[in-house]
């Protein structure tokens, strides 16, 4: 079982940043696929960001094209926690965001793969 606890969400104008932070639980993080992914009000929750270990020494990730270059999706395993960091926000990018975990994950973008989910952390972008 892993709990997954967002933080860092806000208020912020276009253009700022934010830091979100996932925390997790359990001795097999380093092995779990993380994403992050959101949702916006009377629309479907869609991917953002992943990191899946590729079976040697590193990670791969995957972005969204909507955020590609302006979002980092980074982890710390001996931490247990996944981050993403949001630069150039705009307006659009206000939604839920949703971390979320899975052991079998093979397209890090499909959320049905993630056995695991935060309860979320709200952020908004004021124009």
């Known amino acids: 079982q892993v709990q997954l606890v967002e933080s860092g969400g806000g208020l912020v104008q276009a253009g700022g940043s934010l830091r979100l932070s996932c925390a997790a639980s359990?001795?097999?993080?380093?092995?779990?696929?993380m994403g992050w992914f959101r949702q916006a009000p009377g629309k479907e929750r869609e991917f953002v960001a992943a990191t899946r270990w590729n079976g040697g020494s590193a990670y791969y990730r995957y972005y969204a094209d909507s955020v590609k270059g302006r979002f980092t999706i980074s982890r710390d395993n001996a931490k247990n926690t996944v981050y993403l960091q949001m630069s150039r926000l705009k307006p659009e990018d206000t939604a839920v965001y949703y971390c979320?975990?899975?052991?079998?994950?093979?397209?890090?973008?499909?959320?049905?793969?993630?056995?695991?989910w935060g309860q979320g952390t709200q952020v908004t972008i004021s124009s």
């Open positions: 359990g001795r097999t993080f380093s092995s779990h696929a």
């Open positions: 979320a975990a899975g052991l079998t994950v093979v397209d890090g973008t499909n959320l049905h793969e993630y056995d695991y």
